[in-house]
């Protein structure tokens, strides 16, 4: 009787952590496709040129506000290109 018992309450125990299991992956399958979008949304940022990164932005969210992390990054004079010749070097 009490091995019975012992193996009712295993496979029950089983059972019901296969279903716990389930439950979570669904849940995590769910923010992992959120993090995608998320994920993808900042590539496309990213993929904005320094010219156009205020009209892009600005047609999306509407008026920006002063940010002086992304706006005035976005906005300041490129760095001059180096004349430096590709090639060999003496």
């Keep these: ?8 309450i295993l496979a029950g125990a089983c059972l019901v952590l ?5 439950l979570i992956q669904a849940g995590n399958r769910e923010r992992g496709t959120v ?4 994920l993808e949304t900042c ?12 009209d892009i932005l600005g047609g999306d969210w509407g008026a ?3 940010d002086p992390t992304i706006l005035q990054r ?3 004079p490129r760095p001059p290109l180096s004349t430096k010749p590709k090639g060999a070097q003496p």
Aim: hydrophobic share 45%.
């Design 18 to 22: 296969g279903l716990a299991t389930a």
């Design 74 to 76: 976005a906005l300041l």
């Design 43 to 54: 590539r496309m940022l990213e993929g904005v040129t320094r010219d156009r990164a205020t």
């Design 1 to 8: 009787m009490t091995r019975t018992l012992l193996c009712g």
């Design 64 to 66: 920006l506000p002063a």
């Design 35 to 38: 993090l995608n979008e998320q």
